[in-house]
């Protein structure tokens, strides 16, 4: 068990990890009972079914907020609460480097100009003295991220939205029911956001819902999902079969999410001694969810080769990988190479001068492309991986750990 698997010794493990989401009886029920109905699509159902409406309920009773909206995806839904928060030409909006482009890319498509502030090396969420240093008076709303579940600083960004007058928008789609200072996330913010998409905590397959204690902007919303009402509206709806198996999923979340925490303190616990590996807990008075549990591998002692310790785990059977690469670097934020061909930054309503448009270079978030260059690794602990899967885990980081001097003499 000495030699490293990926130079051809023994793998620590041979099984595959454990697959999610796992779909049973009652999930198969709840679609079957909408199949029934022979009608699939959401609103106006003749049949009375009303899954979309009771899934709405169940999770605006669930988080603790006066209004759910059902929604295709998480994209659509970020896509509507900046059109309801009144985002468009010539407004920028503030988003974290460190997640998926969706948060991003929603912003082009209401025709505003995404900035990208830095992270806190705590949680790294959004750092409030970042994205206050990037507010122009074009600024007109920003999306915190709560990374993989890890609660991120809302108290500190949310005075500085407020001082500033900025919509908050919490894309909570690595958030399904994590805490921060007694509060549900999604529920602090002006509107919050969630993917339901195949490998989220909630899991419809696809899907999205977007929750607020502003009816204006429930209501906006409510009416730009559909095509028809006076507001530029979409084809945005969530099926009835996403939104039945979303009520089965719900009822079971808090429990699923609970043995993700139990799965994330076995690998603290067997991790504990392995200098330059840390797993990555939430900060005081917070309550995380995994949707990944987040390491720490310190370059300063175990070298410069994060990639090639990932890739030596790997070959033992454990799928770790790297973090998210910072989203700024992405081809579709540079006006040279947008596909949108230079917009919205190219618009001439954009009234921003030369030296004040946001900058989307190396080195614009230097904290969080240290962190995503050379420091996090992630692990999925979901049900139903167990202790047995997190204690192979452990082994495997700790044996490519003390053959670390082996992958540096490679890589050289």
Same mark, same amino acid.
């Not at 198996?245 to 076995?266: C, H, P, T, W, Y």
């Not at 921003?352 to 904290?367: L, R, T």
């Given at each position: ?47 009375? %079914?009303?899954? *979309? ?7 605006? %009773?669930?988080? @603790? ?47 505003? *100009?995404?900035?990208?502030?830095? $992270? ?27 990374? #993989? ?22 894309? #909570?789609?690595?958030?399904?029911? %994590? =805490? ?31 929750? !607020? ?14 095509? @028809? ?9 969530? !099926? ?14 808090? $429990? ?12 603290? !616990? ?94 614009? #978030?230097?904290? %969080? ?11 999925? =602990?979901?049900?139903?991986? #167990? ?26």
């Amino acid at each position: 068990m000495n030699e490293l698997a990926i130079n051809g010794g023994r793998l620590v493990r041979t099984s595959p990890w454990p697959r999610y989401p796992v779909f049973g009886d009652k999930e198969k029920e709840a679609v079957n009972e909408v199949l029934d109905t022979n009608w699939l699509v959401a609103h106006h159902n003749p049949s009375g %079914a009303g899954q *979309v409406e009771a899934f709405e309920d169940a999770f605006a %009773a669930w988080i @603790g907020t006066p209004h759910a909206v059902g929604l295709g995806n998480g994209t659509q839904a970020l896509h509507l609460a900046l059109a309801a928060a009144g985002v468009g030409v010539n407004h920028e909006v503030i988003v974290p480097t460190l997640t998926f482009m969706a948060t991003a890319t929603a912003v082009m498509m209401q025709n505003a *100009v995404p900035v990208f502030a830095d $992270s806190e090396p705590d949680t790294l969420g959004l750092d409030p003295k970042s994205v206050e240093a990037r507010i122009t008076s074009r600024t007109r709303a920003v999306i915190p991220v709560c990374l #993989c579940g890890y609660p991120m600083d809302m108290d500190g960004l949310m005075t500085v939205a407020r001082k500033h007058d900025l919509v908050v928008i919490e894309d #909570c789609s690595h958030a399904h029911g %994590a =805490v921060y200072h007694s509060r549900n996330i999604g529920t602090i913010g002006d509107m919050g956001i969630f993917s339901l998409q195949q490998k989220k905590n909630l899991c419809t397959g696809d899907g999205g819902m977007l929750v !607020t204690g502003n009816p204006d902007y429930a209501q906006a919303v409510r009416q730009m999902r559909t095509f @028809g009402h006076n507001e530029l509206s979409y084809n945005y709806r969530m !099926t009835e079969t996403a939104a039945a198996i979303g009520q089965v999923r719900l009822s079971e979340l808090d $429990s699923f999410n609970e043995i993700r925490r139990k799965n994330a303190a076995i690998m603290k !616990t067997e991790l504990e001694g392995i200098h330059g590996i840390r797993v990555r807990e939430p900060v005081q008075d917070t309550v995380g969810v995994y949707y990944s549990l987040l390491m720490e591998y310190d370059p300063e002692i175990l070298g410069d080769v994060r990639n090639e310790f990932v890739a030596a785990v790997k070959a033992e059977g454990i799928p770790l990988a790297p973090s998210y690469a910072p989203v700024h670097r992405h081809p579709n934020f540079h006006p040279d190479t947008s596909p949108a061909r230079g917009c919205p930054w190219l618009w001439p309503l954009y009234d921003a001068p030369e030296n004040e448009h946001p900058s989307y270079d190396d080195g614009v #978030c230097p904290v %969080a492309e240290d962190y995503a260059d050379r420091r996090l690794v992630e692990l999925k =602990v979901h049900p139903p991986a #167990c202790e047995e899967d997190m204690v192979q885990a452990a082994e495997a980081i700790r044996k490519v750990v003390k053959n670390m001097h082996k992958l540096e003499e490679q890589k050289v």
